[in-house]
């Protein structure tokens, strides 16, 4: 294979690469055969995996319902549990109940109290078995999913030796071949545009978790700020501390925001806390109209980081739909590319035969 990647470089006559070309075609054509019979034998493990990927998600979603449920059934448990002690164990509540002629209601009411700690007890228990049940069929899922990769990871590497025979022979300007040059060149393309939006969809997943904390930490500052104006002298030197200590978290996030680039994201003046002077409009003297001053410059500051926030999500959705479309151009032009050269292939024995 590597005789022919030279002699294509430095051979000046079309017509003896175009015979280099085709001997090693011939020897190469067994192995292909062998390798394109296995990934069709092979290829539905790829919608395989799709599916119970599919299947793994849906049961992953199942179990985080269920342990949400279970954590607010607790938290009743407990509550109902209270409920139940006080009547229970309320000697004295029950005496006052009976001395003013009201100790139907009492016993009424304890009823109803241990009823429902009964009733939420049983509620648990049935959510804790289907939980199990959740579980294991999340475990039985995972170990097939996990058996699909091992074969996905046959199946491409199938794939790759099947790719390398045909880029030695093929990668580059191939004599004689214009139409398998023209397809090389536009999977070239595909895959190069498939690299940048994934470059992309890393690049701003790294902004967008920079810009959550920036507009998380600006958020509990201006909190802090509206706490200090409620607040008395001493809690309002101490909460204005802390929300300028937290302005200037955001400050430091947002630097390290800022370093990614124009091209990754772009904050507005007023999203930018580095463009202004917020900390130091929050007053040196702990003055209230010093602080209700800056107090707005906060505000504002935090509206447009969350509104910034919210425009980088719909971003983020727009990159994954269009990586998902770049991947499929990716692949639909290979597996094209793919198929004109086991033409040109077969085409190139059929000549042989009929010459032989």
């Given at each position: 294979m590597a005789t022919v990647v030279e002699t294509k470089s430095t051979s000046l006559n079309p017509q003896s690469q175009m015979s280099d070309i085709k001997t090693?075609?011939?020897?190469?054509?067994?192995?292909?055969?062998?390798?394109?019979?296995?990934?069709?034998?092979?290829?539905?493990?790829?919608?395989?995996?799709?599916?119970?990927q599919k299947v793994v998600s849906d049961l992953e979603s199942q179990l985080a319902d269920s342990n949400r449920e279970i954590d607010g059934l607790d938290r009743k448990r407990?509550?109902?549990?209270?409920?139940?002690?006080?009547?229970?164990?309320?000697?004295?509540?029950?005496?006052?109940?009976?001395?003013?002629?009201k100790e139907n209601s009492f016993t009424n009411q304890a009823e109803r109290e241990e009823h429902n700690y009964h009733n939420t007890l049983q509620q648990a228990h049935h959510a804790s078995e289907h939980n199990l049940s959740v579980q294991a069929k999340l475990e039985h899922e995972l170990q097939t999913k996990s058996e699909l990769d091992q074969k996905m990871q046959g199946y491409l590497e199938l794939q790759k030796q099947l790719d390398d025979i045909y880029d030695d022979i093929f990668s580059g300007p191939t004599p004689g071949f214009p139409e398998e040059d023209a397809k090389e060149q536009q999977s070239d393309d595909a895959l190069s545009a498939y690299v940048a939006i994934n470059t992309a969809l890393e690049l701003h997943q790294k902004a967008l978790e920079l810009l959550g904390q920036s507009t998380a930490t600006m958020t509990a500052g201006l909190q802090q700020v509206d706490k200090a104006i409620q607040s008395g002298d001493m809690n309002h030197v101490r909460a204005l501390n802390q929300g300028r200590e937290l302005i200037q978290q955001s400050k430091t996030t947002v630097d390290q925001l800022v370093q990614l680039g124009a091209d990754v994201i772009v904050l507005p003046p007023e999203a930018n806390p580095r463009t202004m002077e917020v900390t130091s409009n929050l007053g040196d003297v702990w003055g209230k109209v010093d602080v209700t001053g800056g107090r707005g410059q906060v505000a504002r500051c935090t509206a447009a980081l969350n509104n910034t926030l919210n425009q980088a999500k719909e971003r983020k959705h727009f990159l994954i739909k269009e990586r998902k479309r770049k991947e499929e151009e990716m692949e639909e032009t290979r597996t094209e590319l793919q198929y004109i050269r086991k033409g040109i292939f077969e085409k190139v024995m059929e000549d042989d035969m009929v010459k032989g």
């Open positions: 090693t075609i011939k020897a190469a054509y067994p192995k292909t055969v062998e390798l394109w019979s296995l990934l069709e034998q092979t290829k539905h493990i790829r919608s395989d995996l799709a599916l119970q407990v509550a109902d549990l209270n409920s139940h002690k006080k009547y229970r164990d309320g000697h004295v509540k029950k005496f006052f109940y009976k001395a003013s002629g």
